[in-house]
C-alpha cells in the first residue's frame, strides 16, 4: 500500500531551537493513526507543517498517487488538495442551525463565483442530511449550533470538514472535555471516518487512544520515538523513561 502522506526527514527550528528534528511520518489512504507524545513533542507543528502554517527548513512532504510536494502549496491549496483540520476547539456559527453550519460547509467547498450565485438545491439539502447522519446529529439539524453540548459542537465541526471531502483529516485532542459517552461516539465515529480516508488523531488522553486501536506513533524532541501498537510503545524503555522517568 502507498502512502498518502509522507513526510519524510523535515526539520524546523524557532529562534535556533529545533522543534522538528528530521522527522520522517506516513500514513496510508485508509488508516487511522494516534500521534501522542509529551508536551512540546511537536505534535501541534507537526500538523503546522503538513497544513502549511509552517514551512520546514528541510526536509520533503509528498502528497497523493503523483507524490505532489505540499511545501509548494500554501494553505488553501492544501486544503482544496484533501487535508482538513479539525482544531481542538469548535469553531462553530452558534447563532445558525446545524443544518445551516453544514450548507455553509458545503457552499465553502465552491470556488468564489459560483458561491455568489449558490443557493441549496435538493442535492445540497440531501448532502447535509447526510453529513448530520455520519456525525451522529441527524436529529439536531434545526437546533442552533450554540444549544449543542461540547460534544456534539465537535461532531458538527467534523461534519463540516467532511462537507471538503478530505482525504486526510487532522484531529487535534478530540476527547478534551466531553463526557465518557461522547467519547466513546467519537472514537466510533472516527474509526468509521479511517475506513475511507486517513485519519490522524493527536491526543494526550491514553484511555482514548487505547479505544482507538490503532498505531501510535510516539513523538519525542521533533522526531519518531517509537511506533506500534499502543501496549507495543508503552512497553518501549525510552517511551517510559520520556513519560515517567523524569
Ligand atoms: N512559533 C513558535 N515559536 C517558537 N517556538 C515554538 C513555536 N511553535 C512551537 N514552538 C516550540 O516548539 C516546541 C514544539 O511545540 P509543539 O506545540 O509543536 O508541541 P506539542 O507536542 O504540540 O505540545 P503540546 O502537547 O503541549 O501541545 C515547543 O518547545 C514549543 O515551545
Known amino acids: 500500500m502507498s502512502a498518502l502522506l509522507e513526510v519524510d526527514g523535515i526539520s524546523v527550528s524557532f529562534d535556533g531551537f529545533k522543534a522538528i528534528n528530521g522527522l520522517s511520518f506516513s500514513i496510508g489512504p485508509a488508516e487511522l493513526r494516534a500521534v501522542i507524545g509529551p508536551n512540546g513533542a511537536g505534535k501541534t507543528t507537526f500538523m503546522d507543517i ?24 500554501n494553505e488553501a491549496q492544501i486544503a482544496r488538495a484533501g487535508v482538513g483540520r479539525k482544531f481542538q476547539r469548535p469553531t462553530v456559527f452558534e447563532d445558525q442551525s446545524v443544518a445551516d453550519n453544514l450548507t455553509m460547509a458545503l457552499k465553502a467547498n465552491r470556488s468564489p463565483f459560483p458561491v455568489l450565485f449558490w443557493k441549496p438545491s435538493p442535492q445540497s439539502r440531501a448532502r447535509v442530511a447526510e453529513l448530520a447522519e455520519e456525525v451522529g446529529l441527524a436529529g439536531q439539524t434545526a437546533r442552533k449550533a450554540g444549544e449543542l453540548s461540547h460534544g456534539q459542537k465537535q461532531w458538527l465541526e467534523i461534519g463540516m470538514l467532511l462537507a471538503q471531502e478530505p482525504r486526510l ?9 466531553m463526557t465518557l459517552a461522547e467519547r466513546e461516539q467519537t472514537t466510533t465515529l472516527l474509526k468509521r471516518l479511517a475506513e475511507t480516508r486517513a485519519v490522524v488523531v493527536v491526543e494526550h488522553d491514553m484511555d482514548f487512544v487505547r479505544r482507538l486501536d490503532c498505531k501510535v506513533t510516539v513523538l519525542h524532541q521533533g522526531a519518531v520515538l517509537a511506533e506500534g501498537s499502543l501496549d507495543h510503545v508503552t512497553r518501549n524503555p525510552d517511551v517510559i523513561e520520556v513519560y515517567l522517568g523524569r
Open 169 to 177: 483529516l487532522l484531529v487535534d485532542e478530540p476527547a478534551a472535555g
Open 50 to 73: 503538513v497544513t502549511g502554517k509552517t514551512r520546514p527548513d528541510e526536509g520533503r512532504v509528498l502528497w497523493g498517487e503523483s507524490s505532489v510536494s505540499l511545501l509548494k502549496l
